[in-house]
């Protein structure tokens, strides 16, 4: 089974910290997600990468930042950490293609004080 | 831009009940339609994923099917369970890269 594995389940950081996100997958996927998720607002994707040092902005990218030094790592930095990116964060991976199901870690809940 | 709707936001129904669930997207270009649980405070879990080219998927008392030129897929879950509980998202997605839209998803109650 695929393993997505985000580096902590609670965070509580505060404001003007820099703060990171960890997310590491097994399966060799070239596609790597972040999405933020908020009630009302649902799933957004903050950034996405296809391939090692590549990235991509998703809908919601302000005040975000990602690295992908190595495939299997995509790690989310919230350059100076506000009140209002309080959030679940959730990471997935896919395979290369376009038929490939989307697996999730089991998200990160970050409150920013 | 795509937009993803999903009705109804909350379902209760008791337990042995054959159920659906409804997701509707505006624009038909897709490449595929992936449906996903989600528990609370935890992340999604794939349950289904139909290829445009594909009418329906079936996983044990799950069946997905999708309508391409209507922009609506449903969820048929048979003889629903306490353990089904949980809230149910789609996801339509398209694109090399994989974006994908995602429903607000469905909350649904099976009462023992």
């Known amino acids: 089974d695929v393993k997505v594995t985000q580096s902590s389940r609670y965070l509580v950081k505060r404001t003007g910290e820099k703060v990171f996100l960890e997310c590491v997958q097994d399966?060799?996927?070239?596609?790597m997600f972040w999405y933020r998720q908020d009630p009302g607002l649902g799933l957004r994707l903050i950034y996405f990468?296809?391939?090692?040092?590549?990235?991509e902005k998703g809908d919601i990218p302000e005040g975000y930042s990602v690295s992908r030094e190595k495939k299997e790592r995509f790690s989310l930095i919230l350059e100076s950490a506000s009140t209002n990116q309080t959030s679940m964060y959730l990471c997935?991976?896919?395979?290369?293609?376009?038929?490939?199901?989307?697996?999730f870690g089991d998200g990160t809940r970050l409150s920013i004080l | 831009k795509q937009e993803v709707t999903q009705i109804p936001a909350a379902l209760s129904v008791p337990e042995g009940e054959n159920l659906v669930l409804n997701c509707s997207f505006t624009?038909?270009?897709?490449?595929?339609l992936q449906w996903f649980r989600q528990d609370p405070g935890k992340g999604l879990t794939s349950l289904l994923l139909i290829q445009s080219s594909q009418r329906e998927q079936t996983s044990g008392r799950l069946n997905a099917s999708l309508d391409k030129s209507s922009g609506r897929s449903t969820l048929y879950i048979a003889a629903s369970q306490p353990g089904d509980s949980a809230t149910y998202l789609c996801a339509v997605r398209r694109g090399i890269a994989g974006k994908s839209t995602f429903g607000d998803g469905t909350t649904l109650t099976v009462k023992p």
């Open positions: 990468s296809y391939d090692v040092k590549m990235k």
């Open positions: 399966m060799d996927h070239e596609n």
């Open positions: 624009d038909s270009a897709i490449y595929n």
């Open positions: 997935a991976s896919t395979p290369g293609g376009n038929n490939q199901p989307q697996h």
